[in-house]
Structure formats: C-alpha cells, structure tokens
T-cell receptor, first 113, second 114 residues
C-alpha cells in the first residue's frame, strides 16, 4: 500500500499562472478530500468526493478553484489564475465509507509569487 | 462555524511529564473522535480514536478521554518525549450522515523540551 500520493511536493509559480495539484487515493477508498492548511484557518476543507461524485464544494474559496475526479484513482485541484494569497500547503486524503478516519498524503506546498 | 475547537494553539511540556491536549465540540451528533499528529513537511497521521460508546481509549503512552455530557475530549501523553513535538489535530464525525467527512480543530503545537 503506497498510501495517498500527491504531486508535486512543491510548486512555485507566478501570479496569474494556472496551477494543477494531483492526488492518487488509496485503492479501495471511495471518499477523497482536498484540504488547505494555513496558519490562520488550520485545516480547511475545500471539497470532497464520494464514489467520484463531488458531495460538498462549499469550501472552495472562489471560482478560481476547481476540482475533478475522473475516476477512482485520480483527482486534480486546479487554481486558475493563481494569486499570492493561495500560497499554502494543500493536502489530499482518502477514506473508506464508514467514517473511521482518513489517510492523508504528504501535501503540496504551493508558493505563488 | 467551527464545530470542533482546540482553544490552546500551543503547549510546552518538559520531557517525562504529562502532556494534556484539549478539544471541545458542539455537534451532539458526533459519535467518533480522532487525534492526528503532524510533523513539519508531512501530512497528518492518525494517532488514536474513540467511539462515543466509550469514555476512554488507551494505546501505549497515549490515552484519549471523552466526556460526552461536556462535549469535551482530551489526549494525554505520558511520559512525554521530545519526539512527540508536533501539531496535534482533534477531529470528529457523525458516521451515519457525513460520508466520512471529519471536522477538524485548528490544532495545538506541542513542544516537549529536555
């Protein structure tokens, strides 16, 4: 079991550029969550999927953010255009139905300059 | 609306002593509670959990206590070690209705000094 795999680990981009973060959940897990960690808000839920279907995207800060899960083994979080205030660590997590907790990926540290 | 609250952003404890991290929740439907530990540059990792049918769960040096009437849980680490220095997140969910979504507190930075 390779765990939840996120790429890239670090991303530095210029303001206005498109950024795509990627996540491969654990095989057999049917829920996937995207979080953002900041000093001010802690772990902030952006969006989550169940069986590849978006369930709640109310945490997505604005229309510049979008997320997809085209199949059970892959999800993307896209920011277009990026802004300096988007700089944060973004985590992906997956879980099985039943609510017994998540497994997190190692995160992507995004810096927008 | 923060349904899980960790009111102490930081805690400093001497090695060998007890660390007590606290967490409060507001949603009476929550029936499962977890603690996650996070080191810098890593994702949070599961530490210990407790179901609402229990009031205590122990795993080695780590014990979680749940007081449902007060909507409060705590994590005790005895004895504390320097390697325990990390951010600890409290989390909760209602397994019947939220498709596994966890509600997190903002975390407590624990520092254990020699």
């Amino acid at each position: 079991d390779a765990g939840v795999i996120q790429s890239p680990r670090h991303e530095v981009t210029e303001m206005g550029q498109e950024v795509t973060l990627r996540c491969k959940p654990i095989s057999g897990h049917n829920s996937l969550f995207w979080y953002r960690q900041t000093m001010m808000r802690g772990l902030e839920l952006l969006i989550y999927f169940n069986n590849n279907v978006p369930i709640d995207d109310s945490g997505m800060p604005e229309d510049r953010f979008s997320a997809k899960m085209p199949n059970a083994s892959f999800s993307t979080l896209k920011i277009q255009p990026s802004e300096p205030r988007d700089s944060a660590v973004y985590f992906c997590a997956s879980s099985k139905t039943g609510g017994y907790g998540y497994t997190f990926g190692s995160g992507t540290r995004l810096t927008v300059v | 609306d923060q349904q899980v609250k960790q009111n102490s952003p930081s805690l400093s404890v001497q090695e060998g002593r007890i660390s007590i991290l606290n967490c409060d929740y507001t949603n009476s439907m929550f029936d499962y509670f977890l603690w996650y530990k996070k080191y810098p540059a890593e994702g949070p990792t599961f530490l210990i959990s407790i179901s609402s049918i229990k009031d205590k769960n122990e795993d080695g040096r780590f014990t979680v206590f749940l007081n449902k009437s007060a909507k409060h849980l705590s994590l005790h680490i005895v004895p504390s070690q320097p390697g325990d220095s990390a951010v600890y997140f409290c989390a909760a969910n209602d397994r019947g209705s939220t498709l596994g979504r966890l509600y997190f507190g903002r975390g407590t930075q624990l520092t254990v000094w020699p």
